[in-house]
């Protein structure tokens, strides 16, 4: 018998799944700071500063649009532009992780843990930007980190938001 894909009880792993394939942003910032933080992750400390985080979510992001290039609803991002200058050779990388520095976090940090009309009762981060200039990952995160049951997969994502999932039993 196949597990479903979301369980009946909130696990760290289905609040992960429904944060990742359901959570409330209109956008695919959700996955590209999902696999940075997958990501960054293995550097070993829980404190992540948004400089740090800035070059793998503006990577993550630049890769997503190559393929899939309509992301948000609103008609202009001028972080988004920029990830599409840097993919066309027009911005350079440190251009690139300045700009997502400044405007790329202004909705997912905030976003990122909410699902339908709440946030998720397990938080994978926290939110430290105003007094440590960055996230803390949360033992939560490690656990499903360290267990394997956060690994990107390159197979299938799902609603056409891309081409990596950042969960498991897809």
């Known amino acids: ?15 992960w799944r429904a944060i990742v394939m359901m959570g409330r942003n209109v956008t695919t910032y959700k996955f590209a700071l999902a696999a940075s933080l997958i ?16 070059a ?25 532009d920029s990830c599409r200058q840097a993919n066309q050779g027009e911005v350079s990388s440190q251009e690139l992780i300045e700009t997502t520095a400044r405007l790329g976090f202004v909705n997912v940090i905030d976003a990122f843990h ?3 009309q709440g946030d998720t009762p397990v938080r994978f ?9 960055g996230i803390t990952l949360t033992d939560d995160f490690f656990y499903l980190a360290e267990g394997g049951q956060m690994e990107p997969r390159r197979d299938r994502l799902g609603s056409g938001h891309g081409s990596q999932t950042l969960g498991h039993r897809v």
């Open 1 to 15: 018998m196949q597990e479903p894909f979301i369980e009946p009880t909130l696990t760290r792993e289905s609040c």
């Open 39 to 54: 990501e960054l992750s293995s550097k070993g400390s829980d404190f992540i500063p948004m400089e740090d985080l800035a």
């Open 56 to 80: 793998p979510f503006s990577k993550n992001l630049c890769e997503h649009l190559k393929h899939s290039d309509k992301q948000i609803t609103s008609p202009r991002s001028q972080f988004l």
């Open 114 to 116: 909410v699902v339908d």
């Open 125 to 133: 981060f926290n939110d430290d930007r105003k007094t440590q200039g």
